[in-house]
């Protein structure tokens, strides 16, 4: 089992920035990837990015490319999202998931396991 805590979330005007931390307690030694996804109101869960644990190849949904970086700090178990040039749009309640089996896909949230509970993030226009 893996355990997932998030942090981080918050309300930020447009153009700002926030960094996300998902903390990871368990069996994290059997993790293959660790992924953000968010959920806006009304719509369904979608993947944001994702990092492949032993290989350390990072992932992103084109919406976010070239503002969120997703990253890792292996002595404390955290995963990071550094969200910069927040819009409205980004605007969603954020999980942390993992997975300890391999796919080729990373985007596709059935394939995690574990999930976090969730940070909320609201840019403001």
């Known amino acids: 089992q893996v355990q997932l805590v998030e942090s981080g979330g918050g309300l930020v005007q447009a153009g700002g920035s926030l960094r996300l931390s998902c903390a990871a307690s368990?069996?994290?030694?059997?993790?293959?990837?660790v992924g953000w996804f968010r959920q806006a109101p009304g719509k369904e869960r979608e993947f944001v990015a994702a990092?492949?644990?032993?290989?350390?190849?990072?992932y992103y949904a084109e919406s976010v490319k070239g503002r969120f970086t997703i990253s890792r700090d292996n002595a404390k178990n955290t995963v990071y999202l550094q969200m910069n040039s927040l819009k409205p749009e980004d605007t969603a309640i954020y999980y942390c998931?993992?997975?300890?089996?391999?796919?080729?896909?990373?985007?596709?949230?059935?394939?995690?396991?574990?999930w976090g509970q969730g940070t909320q993030v609201t840019v403001s226009s």
């Open positions: 998931a993992a997975r300890d089996a391999y796919y080729r896909d990373y985007s596709w949230t059935a394939l995690y396991k574990y």
């Open positions: 368990g069996r994290t030694v059997s993790c293959d990837a």
């Open positions: 990092l492949s644990w032993s290989a350390g190849l990072t």
